[in-house]
């Protein structure tokens, strides 16, 4: 079964700062790869998925995420933080065989400070 | 288009009591997962439906039950609540095109935050 690890539990970072927050799985082939955001309040947003091809992916609100098959990483990066950023975020594996459903990572605090 | 509602937002029970949470999908998808987000922790898949079937379903008692409807909105719910069920409940709604629970972009709600007393 897959596994996620998110090491970090908060973060904090100045506005216009840039940001990465990792992301290791376990697995025993390429998974398929999310991030989401959760701001207070509200569900989970799909932030961007890595499914095959281009090992860096781009996805909205100006976030991008690098699958290293190496490190079994699929860090998410920012090169300038806004203070709306400021959430928490998901991490999520998913198997390429068999049903079975996303495991997601604890998650990622994000503090946002002028 | 609308998206993902859940109701109500938030509930207070007591031990030993039911509760029913109720989940409205996005237009036009057939697929509603219901997960248990408990404080500090990511999300925990409990259940799927697929067209009014169930289509997997994770690591919890079946105290938790659920159901779809024809207009593929959802109903979850939980006997016996125990203190530990207090979390915030999440719906997710796709179009399950594939069938496989990890493809289909979910779509996800704001949530009910249930406390058990």
């Known amino acids: 079964a897959q596994s996620v690890t998110q090491p970090d539990i908060h973060i904090t970072v100045s506005e216009g700062a840039s940001l990465e927050l990792r992301c290791n799985y376990s697995?025993?082939?390429?998974?398929?790869l999310f991030w989401y955001v959760q701001s207070p309040g509200q569900g989970l947003q799909l932030l961007l998925k890595?499914?095959?091809?281009?090992?860096l992916v781009q996805g909205i609100k100006g976030f991008e995420a690098e699958f290293k098959r190496s490190q079994s990483s699929f860090n998410l990066r920012k090169p300038s933080v806004h203070w709306s950023d400021a959430a928490e975020y998901f991490c999520?594996?998913?198997?390429?065989?068999?049903?079975?459903?996303?495991?997601f990572g604890k998650g990622t605090r994000l503090s946002v400070i002028a | 288009e609308t998206g993902v509602t859940q109701s109500p937002t938030h509930l207070i029970k007591t031990r030993g009591q039911q509760v029913t949470l109720r989940c409205s999908s996005q237009s036009g998808h057939n697929t509603v997962s219901w997960y248990q987000q408990a404080l500090g922790q990511g999300p925990q898949f409990i259940f799927q439906y697929y067209r009014e079937e169930e289509n997997g379903r994770g690591n919890f008692p079946p105290r938790f039950s659920g159901l779809q409807f024809p207009n593929y909105s959802s109903e979850l719910n939980v006997n016996a609540l125990e203190l530990d069920d207090s979390a915030l409940y999440l719906c997710?709604?796709?179009?399950?095109?594939?069938?496989?629970?990890?493809?289909?972009?979910?779509?996800f709600g704001p949530g009910t935050r249930l406390t058990v007393l």
């Open positions: 697995y025993g082939a390429t998974p398929y």
């Open positions: 997710a709604s796709s179009l399950g095109t594939s069938g496989r629970m990890s493809t289909d972009t979910q779509y």
């Open positions: 890595y499914f095959s091809g281009d090992t």
């Open positions: 999520a594996v998913g198997a390429r065989s068999g049903n079975t459903p996303l495991v």
